[in-house]
């Protein structure tokens, strides 16, 4: 089954999600320099937070990190209100429709107290769209096409995710531009893109995507989350698949403020350090989709448990490399772990869904995923000070104790696993 086959609204979603994913991610690159070099521009390079002098790299880290804070905090409410009303599409377009506006504002600002707002439209604005929109494509797909519709969703967005840092490098470095109404600098080109992404995702979600009806008929009101499994006495399979994504997140997130220590160990320049970044981007684009699918067929737990035995050792092996090959060679491995971990994990939460659930439950997953993005960097930036290995140890160790919790507390939800040896609840 190719991606054709794929349900039009997936795909649609999917093509929205990669286009938004490069808007957003344009602020990656583009908002620290912002700040520093607009906003920020004061002598000394410092300023106040909270009536305390920080540092001007404080400043930046904050700014930054709130975005993802807020977005991870604020998905299991939106996804239980989306649960409540049944109207995904209309979640998905609010958040777009504020993901674009504080875009654009950027533009129009000079203050640090209007950026931290901007900042918490834009995670509102997130939190708004993500769990509507996993929720959807779960509520789009079959026990049949569950894993393969992830994967595919997953690909799309995370290219996006992948070439819009680039993208942005390139705008910044031939700025400024002339247009008809004047000379623009390449800040204001990039926020106008990331302002044109979200519009154009808006109106494709707008004119192609429809709630399916059985969202509205069956919109439910008992939506807590368990921790534990009322029938044996484990933990609950979803709460214990968020837990796990939390630790294969963080470990994503460990390497991203390395890059000073990364240049002196491998003797290697920021080009180097943007491959080995990207390697596990790279890797996630190219086995999503065929492992989701795969997923469908052979059943989701012996991916997920795939998934974290290479992990721990992708991760440990990071901590040693002495080269940069090598470096790349051990982020693709992980890369192509954290593959068959994520689809598969949203296919198998996704299968324990009832009617009118999917939004609280996928919103655990989904949660996990963007706080453990945001906590790996300032893991890692402690951890570096006692050695080059600690943060790729730790990141190994937490990949361990999450094929333990899934190993020991999640069973397998698709009926008859096309595979010798496995089948359900094995």
Do not use: K
């Amino acid at each position: 089954m190719g991606i054709l086959a794929t349900d039009r609204r997936v795909l649609t979603l999917a093509f929205a999600r990669m286009i938004d994913s490069v808007a957003n991610s344009f602020l990656v690159v583009v908002l620290p320099q912002f700040l520093d070099e607009v906003v920020l521009d004061v002598p000394g390079g410092g300023g106040e937070l909270f009536g305390i002098a920080v540092t001007q790299s404080v400043l930046i880290g904050v700014a930054l990190s709130l975005f993802g804070f807020l977005n991870s905090f604020g998905q299991p409410f939106a996804g239980r209100l989306s649960d409540r009303t049944g109207r995904r599409r209309a979640f998905i377009l609010s958040g777009l429709a504020l993901l674009g506006v504080a875009s654009g504002a950027y533009a129009f600002v000079e203050s640090y107290p209007a950026i931290l707002f901007l900042r918490l439209l834009q995670g509102a604005g997130a939190a708004l769209t993500i769990p509507a929109t996993v929720a959807l494509v779960n509520e789009l797909a079959t026990d049949a096409t569950r894993g393969g519709n992830f994967g595919v969703f997953n690909t799309f967005r995370l290219a996006g995710f992948g070439f819009g840092p680039l993208a942005a490098g390139v705008l910044l470095a031939y700025g400024p531009y002339a247009t008809p109404v004047g000379s623009i600098t390449g800040f204001t080109a990039a926020f106008g893109v990331a302002l044109l992404g979200a519009a154009v995702s808006f109106g494709l979600v707008a004119a192609f995507v429809s709630d399916p009806e059985r969202t509205a008929a069956s919109a439910g009101e008992d939506l807590a989350v368990s921790v534990t499994d009322s029938e044996d006495a484990g933990l609950d399979p979803v709460f214990t698949l968020g837990v796990a994504t939390l630790f294969m997140a963080i470990g994503i997130g460990l390497f991203a403020t390395l890059e000073p220590q990364l240049s002196s160990r491998l003797s290697q320049g920021s080009v180097l350090f943007s491959l080995e970044f990207a390697a596990v981007v790279i890797a996630n684009v190219v086995f999503q989709a065929p492992i989701g699918r795969a997923s469908d067929r052979y059943g989701r737990r012996p991916f997920i448990v795939a998934g974290f035995v290479l992990l721990g050792p992708a991760l440990l092996a990071q901590g040693f490399v002495t080269t940069p090959a090598w470096m790349v060679a051990m982020r693709f491995v992980q890369g192509l772990a954290v593959a068959a971990v994520f689809a598969p994990s949203l296919a198998l939460a996704g299968d324990l869904a009832t009617e009118g659930q999917s939004g609280t439950t996928l919103s655990i997953l989904t949660m996990a995923f963007g706080l453990g993005t945001a906590i790996g960097p300032l893991a890692s930036g402690f951890l570096v000070a006692y050695g080059f290995v600690w943060p790729f140890a730790f990141g190994a160790a937490l990949a361990v104790a999450g094929l333990v919790l899934v190993y020991t507390q999640v069973e397998e939800t698709v009926a008859d696993p096309d595979v010798p040896g496995v089948v359900a609840g094995d």
